[in-house]
């Protein structure tokens, strides 16, 4: 969890994903920045890994500076986002292409970063209470999904039962269900 600044606006929740091939900006983030969304570039190629099974295809993709550092020492580079409409907890993910477009060296147990700088190494640090923080975050984000996600599912299974006189057996079918999903 690092903090950049991206365009002109400083963002405070941005991911460091040394896994992923992508970096990803959401449009939430985009709109919240004053970032007009004609900028983005069209694709037409989907992406796989962010959501587990599925498919995702991107809105597009936008060119926008980055900066780590200070100003007695910092480094800006433009890097490629592809720009998601799914709803995230971050305000964006810099995969490998940016570790490779900055020489960033991360370091996961103290939490910092290295990126050669003009006059010396810039260090980009963040703390655990802040990480955590945007953890728990996270994870309360994922519970509520998969809690909405389950109840369309029990949903859609009530549905095709009460609607099939075959599945009917006089009972109150929807309780039995709704029983048989916890």
Avoid: W
Wanted: aromatic share 8%; charged share 20%.
């Amino acid at each position: 969890m690092v903090d950049s600044i991206i365009g002109m606006k400083r963002l405070t929740k941005i991911l460091m994903d040394g896994g992923s091939g992508l970096n990803i900006m959401y449009a939430k983030t985009l709109d919240e920045m004053g970032i007009d969304q004609t900028r983005i570039r069209p694709i037409g190629a989907p992406f796989h890994g962010i959501m587990p099974r599925k498919q995702a295809m991107p809105l597009g993709q936008i060119d926008l500076p980055v900066t780590f550092g200070d100003p007695s020492n910092y480094r800006i580079e433009t890097l490629t986002f592809k720009v998601v409409e799914f709803p995230g907890t971050y305000h964006a993910i810099l995969g490998c292409p940016c570790y490779a477009r900055f020489m960033a060296i991360p370091n996961y147990t103290y939490l910092k970063l290295k990126i050669p700088g003009p006059s010396r190494v810039i260090t980009v640090n963040t703390s655990f209470q802040h990480t955590y923080e945007c953890e728990v975050e996270c994870c309360d984000h994922t519970a509520a999904i998969i809690a909405s996600g389950e109840l369309a599912a029990i949903k859609k299974e009530v549905t095709e039962e009460a609607l099939d006189p075959k599945k009917s057996t006089g009972s109150f079918r929807p309780v039995e269900a709704l029983k048989r999903s916890s």
